[in-house]
């Protein structure tokens, strides 16, 4: 089945550093991909998708580009500030389906 | 647009009753809404899919007769935990399609369960 995996946390960094979250995937077919952020006590908010090889998402300075390739989705922001601390969630949708794999968070702690 | 809503946003139980959560979609309908739960620092688990005017559709190893959910509406999805136990107490969150577009889900803010 398809899966999602990306790497484990916590990631402490400073503000203004540059950040990377490695996401790599395995699925059939030809999904979609995308990033959710969650904040303390929230839901999941999306922040980037990428629905074909070679597309890029962007969002509130964050970056992701759907490399078919490497079958990875790597998420990078050049200069974090304190309220980019959050969990990162790297997903897939099926290209047949509806269904949403989640990757297993990646916590991200800035501090200023 | 597409904003999701979820009530409560905490609930608290005695073990052997049952809650029910809200999820709404505010400004836009939606066919189907998926219903997730999530443990402490881990990642979400689907539990259902909910689609409006039917059955639901429940992953492996999630029992329906405990986990009853209505999709009533366009806009509403309904979680019932029946007879809740403390290992029930997680953190719930729904999700919803806008009808026609089945490449985006939009999650609620969800809500914390904990049943003493």
């Known amino acids: 089945g398809d899966s999602v995996t990306q790497m484990e946390g916590p990631v402490t960094l400073s503000e203004e550093a540059f950040l990377t979250i490695n996401c790599t995937y395995t699925a059939t077919g030809y999904p979609s991909l995308f990033w959710y952020v969650q904040y303390p006590g929230e839901g999941l908010q999306l922040l980037l998708k990428?629905?074909?090889?070679?597309d890029k998402g962007s969002n509130k300075g964050f970056e992701a580009t759907y490399r078919k390739e490497t079958t990875s989705f790597h998420l990078e922001k050049g200069s974090v500030q304190v309220s980019d601390s959050a969990v990162y969630f790297c997903?897939?949708?099926?290209?047949?389906?509806?269904?949403?794999?989640f990757g297993g968070g990646t916590r991200v702690l800035v501090k200023p | 647009g597409a904003v999701v809503s979820q009530h409560p946003s905490r609930v608290i139980c005695k073990s052997g009753t049952s809650v029910k959560i809200e999820c709404r979609s505010l400004?836009?309908?939606?066919?189907?809404m998926f219903w997730y739960r999530q443990f402490p620092k881990q990642s979400l688990m689907l539990m259902a899919t909910?689609?409006?005017?039917?059955?639901?559709?429940?992953e492996q190893g999630v029992e329906k007769d405990k986990f009853l959910i209505n999709h009533a509406s366009l806009t509403l999805s309904t979680l019932t935990v029946t007879s809740a136990h403390p290992e029930d107490s997680s953190f719930y969150i729904c999700?919803?399609?806008?009808?026609?577009?089945?490449?985006?889900?939009?999650f609620g803010p969800g809500t914390r369960l904990t049943v003493l």
């Open positions: 909910s689609n409006e005017g039917s059955k639901a559709t429940y």
């Open positions: 999700s919803a399609q806008r009808t026609g577009f089945t490449d985006t889900q939009y």
């Open positions: 997903a897939l949708l099926e290209a047949a389906g509806n269904k949403l794999t």
């Open positions: 400004d836009f309908q939606a066919t189907t």
């Open positions: 990428a629905t074909k090889a070679d």
